[in-house]
């Protein structure tokens, strides 16, 4: 999904505009997902002006209207009945951003989900993923930053979103993570730059914990209250074209140090009528505090593009010891065989000290040959196991983007483990119109 921020027309003096860069860009599809450029920024105007009484009069108002439905049905075993639930829901983000005042600038995005509730069931049927505390619709101030850019430098403070391989916003339901603290950016040169993030708390779908009480719509520490949180720092280096070398240093107050390394990038044998996406990546966790998050990770991932059809695998293994889990970090983690609901780390934390390993294969359709731009279609499947159990999941995904205004994504996951107490099919649609 490309998360773009479209700006409102507004009259304004010619003389003070400049263009900045303010937005993320979000791969579209589960198999691309983790390919090189994930992270990258897109350049989009932003208004600038010397004199700041003028900040909030060039103010620009951005957001995405969202539709989303979504049904579950969980396999009870060793019963062969279904519980299933379902819910539709409408909200999505509304921000905006000031024009900048020698560089500094204001940004605020609220995010809400609201029950519709003349389609939805009673709340003893209603499906969770889409609310917070007693299943009751939400609005709350996700981002709220005053915000620093120059030609090669640009920070942000506050209550912000940021794209890490262990700290992500993974917007997979209705509101995406976000976090409180700071980052910064520096662009070195034109194939170096840099990153360091500051990170105490955080709110969005995954980080919720009902068992302790906290739900998506209230921000929480990471860790716990004796946590300072997460600092972390990158090098990214360019060291072909469409291909980068990652190296992040986190330490996780409380948690662990995780150190991750990536090679990644796209490889284009015949133009556009023929490309490889690759990606080999290394992960070092070493607990803190005897919070036994500890571990190793290794992964290779490759994606072959033939005119619009592509197909491809991945493989990681976690290495851990007695007692010791991996983590994904806060968000979806940056593993290449993660599905839409299975994880390495989901298995290792689920049975910790045990080796284990996934896979995931995948095949695709790019309809722009047809005449059809921006739709693609995706089977893939995956499986993840450890000495005492594994998962086996399959996953059909339809994204279209239309006209950069509209963004339909449908996904059906069939998700079996070998205990069967955890095993259910969902459908989720969500519908997003972008102003």
Known sequence: MI??????????????????????????GLMHSKVVGRFETVQEPLKQTDNIDDIFSFIDIYGTLRFAYIKSAHKISPKPNKLEKQATAVGGELGFNTAEF???????????????????????????????KNLDS?????EASLDYSSDAFQARLGRIKVETPYANSDDIRMAANTFEGASIDIQHTS??????IFLKRWAGYDSQDED??????????????????????????????????????????????????????????????FHL??????????????????????????????????????????????????TNGF???????????????????????????SYRVGVGYE??????????????????????????????????EIADTWYLNATYTNYESSSGHNSFDRALVRLDFRF
Do not use: C
């Open 277 to 326: 996406d690759y990606g080999f990546q290394a992960s070092n966790i070493q607990e803190l505090s005897n919070s036994n998050v500890d571990g190793n990770v290794l992964g290779i991932m490759s994606i072959v593009h033939y005119q619009g059809v592509f197909f491809g695998g991945a493989y990681n293994v976690a290495i851990v010891d007695d007692g010791k889990y991996i």
């Open 212 to 273: 302790a009480g906290v739900f998506q719509n209230e921000f929480k520490n990471l860790v716990d209250d004796e946590s300072f949180g997460m600092a972390g720092a990158s090098f990214v280096y360019e060291y072909a074209k469409n291909s980068e070398l990652t190296f992040w240093y986190n330490y996780v107050d409380k948690m662990s140090i995780i150190s991750y390394l990536e090679a990644a990038g796209r490889y284009f044998i015949n133009g556009d009528f």
């Open 367 to 400: 309809f722009e040959n047809l005449g059809v731009n921006g739709l693609v279609i995706e089977l893939a499947y995956g499986e993840l196991y450890n000495e005492k159990a594994s998962l086996h999941e399959k996953d059909v995904i339809l994204t279209y």
């Open 138 to 142: 939400f609005v709350y101030l996700g």
């Open 3 to 28: 998360d773009l921020i479209y700006l409102a027309q507004a009259d304004f003096k010619p003389e003070l505009i400049e263009e900045k860069t303010i937005a993320k860009v979000q791969e579209s």
């Open 102 to 132: 020698y560089g500094f600038s204001l940004h605020a995005t609220a995010y809400a989900s609201q029950s519709v509730n003349f389609l939805n069931p009673s709340k003893d049927d209603l499906n969770k993923d889409f609310f917070a």
């Open 331 to 357: 968000g979806g983690g940056p593993y290449y065989t993660s599905l839409d609901e299975a994880t390495l780390a989901a298995i290792s934390e689920a049975l910790p000290g045990d080796k284990a390993e």
């Open 191 to 196: 194939k170096l730059k840099t990153e360091m």
